[in-house]
Antibody
Framework: EVQLVESGGGLVQPGGSLRLSCAASGFTFSSYEMNWVRQAPGKGLEWVSYISSSGSTIYYADSVKGRFTISRDNAKNSLYLQMNSLRAEDTAVYYC?????????????WGQGTLVTVSS | EIVLTQSPATLSLSPGERATLSCRASQSVSSYLAWYQQKPGQAPRLLIYDASNRATGIPARFSGSGSGTDFTLTISSLEPEDFAVYYCQQRSSWPPLWTFGQGTKVEIK
């Protein structure tokens, strides 16, 4: 069974940092492209970042470029999101989402999400 | 950047009725469009990809159609568990961006 489990969320002050993790199981993690998608309270979905299966290709949404860093450790079946210079508008539930194998532009499995709250 | 606009914002229907949800792209995305369902407190679930292909385990009452700029998600006969928010999504090749529509809430009338 495919499982994605996020962790690392919490309350952080504006300007602070946080590192999210996503532990993957039930599939060959190293073969799949991965993403982070977030959802502000009561709002819609916003794609945040993408990383290729090898980690060699990375993309970011303009809203987080220069502040967030995506990475992965295929030996540990884990995906990460380092978030620096956090702002109030970064408050959201952060989901890790797997790119569909044959059509990686779509997200076929999602974690349960971890809540990040940026507030003083 | 491609913008996806969903309509209506809210759809009030009764169980057993047919639901028709629309997603319009600001420029052609060919057939590269997906639909997701999200229930309160849950992660989104992939329903449809490539505009008309059902994802694994998705019931046949869900169908997708369209190409270019106009897409439709149809739920042929609403079950109680179908009342949720639905999002469309596309990925553009350049700039590499994944975008979602703002969502349509299907609520019980």
């Amino acid at each position: 069974e495919v499982q994605l489990v996020e962790s690392g969320g919490g309350l952080v002050q504006p300007g602070g940092s946080l590192r999210l993790s996503c532990a993957a199981s039930g599939f060959t993690f190293s073969s799949y492209e991965m993403n982070w998608v977030r959802q502000a309270p009561g709002k819609g979905l916003e794609w945040v970042s993408y990383i290729s299966s090898s980690g060699s290709t990375i993309y970011y949404a303009d809203s987080v470029k220069g502040r967030f860093t995506i990475s992965r450790d295929n030996a540990k079946n884990s995906l990460y999101l380092q978030m620096n210079s956090l702002r109030a508008e970064d408050t959201a539930v952060y989901y890790c989402a797997r790119g569909q194998f044959e059509r990686p532009g779509y997200f076929d499995y999602w974690g349960q999400g971890t809540l990040v709250t940026v507030s003083s | 950047e491609i913008v996806l606009t969903q309509s209506p914002a809210t759809l009030s229907l009764s169980p057993g009725e047919r639901a028709t949800l629309s997603c319009r792209a600001s420029q052609s995305v060919s057939s590269y469009l997906a639909w997701y369902q999200q229930k309160p407190g849950q992660a989104p679930r992939l329903l449809i990809y490539d505009a008309s292909n059902r994802a694994t385990g998705i019931p046949a009452r869900f169908s997708g159609s369209g190409s270019g700029t106009d897409f439709t998600l149809t739920i042929s006969s609403l079950e109680p568990e179908d009342f949720a928010v639905y999002y469309c999504q596309q990925r553009s090749s350049w700039p590499p961006l994944w975008t979602f529509g703002q969502g349509t809430k299907v609520e019980i009338k």
